[in-house]
């Protein structure tokens, strides 16, 4: 392959390449792509998103190690015949320089949600914490991290603990972290014959627990 040449079309002759890739925007919204040829380049990525080659465009590679990678645009990438290869394609003016347990990140928004964060490192159920000089600070999932445009940001993981605190009528309960089922809760708990089981919401309102409900312990 020409690692020079911005043209696709030797690429995806057929559409059953032996090789893929997934390309994402800022949204982690993947889709994915078939390749014939084992090398591509950033003009050949940028073409595949269908993204105009003229606006401010950083191309990322995810490594598999969970590290963050800019790619120049004629520097060739090597493509494996297992997992596919993950690309992000976004517009930005700068990089911001980040750590997620010693891996290298950078990213072209000042923006990433506490969720894509541990997406990049490729943990799901530990918790992320960003380290600051005020202290240890927990990022939920849904919260939204903001990258400072000098310096390096230092996120570690911890895993979660195995067990999770619960209360029936007061009463602590050690239970372990997965989905349970109404009828196992309610022997857990020795809740009386004939009575119901609520779990009291956010806003202190009653939930009933239907026979076969299952409920997520977090």
Known sequence: MNPNTNTTESLVPDGRGHFSIEIADESFSFRSFPL??????????????????????????HLANGELETLRPAEPVKLGRGEPSRFFVIEGDELFRFTVAGLQMEWPRPKLKGAHVKLLARTDDDILVQVTAQGHIVIEDDAVVLLKPKGVEEFILKKRPDLVTVYYKEQPFELKRRRWSTEELIEKFGVPAGYKLDLIGEGCEFIELKPGDKLQLE
């Open 36 to 61: 014939d040829d084992d090398e591509i380049v950033s003009a050949q990525i940028i073409d595949l998103f269908g993204d105009r080659p003229d606006r401010n465009l950083v191309v990322l590679h």
